[in-house]
T-cell receptor, first 114, second 115 residues
């Protein structure tokens, strides 16, 4: 069965520091991979997606993610975080044989220290 | 501007009452979804619809019902049979692209509180 794991429930980083949020998935073939961000009490916004091709994908707000097939990972990175990046981040996986549903990770809450 | 609207933003319900959450999209998307979000948990799929007049149960459909009479609308009814309905409800939609499981777009959510 497909699954998505975000190992870190909370991550705290200082403003200006680099960030890496982890996402591991379980799926036999190459999946469709997504990162979304959610501010408190809001809907989800797509940060970036990977379908095929270059394994390093660029997204909005200065985020990037790298697909590593050998590690079944799709980690999200940002070189320098801003206080406005404080939010919850969700990784999701989709597959052609999943009836076009997405499988969601539990989310990682990012806290920014001033 | 194209997008997804959900109303109301906050909803209060007494125990034993049914309540309907609205979801409208003007993106011309074929597929629509309803998710439930509880603190510390990811998104759990309630119902989804890939075309008008058709919908399927998700992982936690018990106590909920939906309809899809129009492409742009996918209302969710939380019935009195739902044991613990207090949660944040998110509606999403997706364009149908053959051979692709492309991204979903989300509305701003409705927070339902049972008093």
């Amino acid at each position: 069965a497909q699954s998505v794991t975000q190992p870190d429930i909370h991550i705290t980083v200082s403003e200006g520091a680099s960030l890496e949020l982890r996402c591991n998935y379980s799926y036999g073939a190459t999946p469709y991979l997504f990162w979304y961000v959610q501010s408190p009490g809001q809907g989800l916004q797509l940060l970036l997606k990977y379908f095929s091709g270059d394994t390093l994908v660029q997204g909005i707000k200065g985020f990037e993610a790298e697909f590593k097939r050998s590690q079944s990972s799709f980690n999200l990175r940002k070189p320098s975080v801003h206080w406005s990046d404080a939010a919850e981040y969700f990784c999701a996986v989709g597959a052609m044989d999943s009836n076009y549903q997405l499988i969601w990770g539990a989310g990682t809450k990012l806290i920014i220290k001033p | 501007d194209g997008g997804i609207t959900q109303s109301p933003k906050y909803l209060f319900r007494k125990e034993g009452q049914n309540v309907t959450l609205s979801c409208e999209q003007n993106l011309n998307h074929d597929a629509m979804y309803w998710y439930r979000q509880d603190p510390g948990q990811g998104l759990r799929l309630i119902y989804y619809s890939q075309i008008v007049n058709d919908f399927q149960k998700g992982d936690i459909a018990e106590g909920y019902s939906v309809s899809r009479e129009k492409k742009e609308s996918f209302p969710l009814t939380v019935t009195s049979a739902q044991k613990n309905p207090t949660a944040f409800y998110l509606c999403a939609s997706r364009a149908w692209v053959a051979g692709s499981n492309n991204e979903q777009f989300f509305g701003p959510g409705t927070r339902l509180t049972v008093l």
